[in-house]
C-alpha cells in the first residue's frame, strides 16, 4: 500500500491492472479507522495496487470516482472504474474489493 504524492491517479490505475483506493483526508475521523482495515487488505491481495488518495489534495484523482463523501473506496480493472462505495463498514470494503481481486 502506499500513498498518493501527486495528482496522477488516472496515471497509476492505467499503469497496473488492478488498483483499489481509499479516498480520504487527514480532518476525516472514520478515514483514519479504516485506515489500518484497508492496509490489512492490502497485505491480502498482493496482485493489486492498493493506494491512499488525499481528496483534498489531488481534486483530479478525486474525479476519476466521482467522490462526494469521505471515506470512499474506488475499485479500477483495466484502467476503468468498477465500482466504489462510500463506507465505514469493513465488510463492504472487504465485498469492493473481493469483487476486483477474485478470478
Not at 29 to 43: E, H, Q
Not at 67 to 84: M, Y
Amino acid at each position: 500500500m502506499r500513498e498518493l504524492t501527486n495528482d496522477n491517479l488516472a496515471e497509476v490505475v492505467s499503469d497496473n491492472e488492478t488498483v483499489v483506493v481509499q479516498y480520504m483526508a487527514s480532518w476525516c475521523g472514520n478515514c483514519r479507522v479504516m485506515k489500518p482495515k484497508f492496509k490489512k487488505l492490502a497485505a491480502e491481495n498482493e496482485d493489486a495496487t492498493f493506494l491512499l488518495v488525499d481528496a483534498e489534495k489531488f481534486p483530479e484523482s478525486r474525479k476519476l470516482a466521482k467522490v462526494d463523501n469521505l471515506p470512499t473506496f474506488a475499485t479500477f480493472k483495466n484502467g476503468a472504474l468498477v465500482n466504489q462505495v462510500q463506507t465505514n463498514k469493513f465488510e463492504l470494503l472487504k465485498d469492493l474489493v473481493n469483487e476486483v481481486t477474485s478470478n
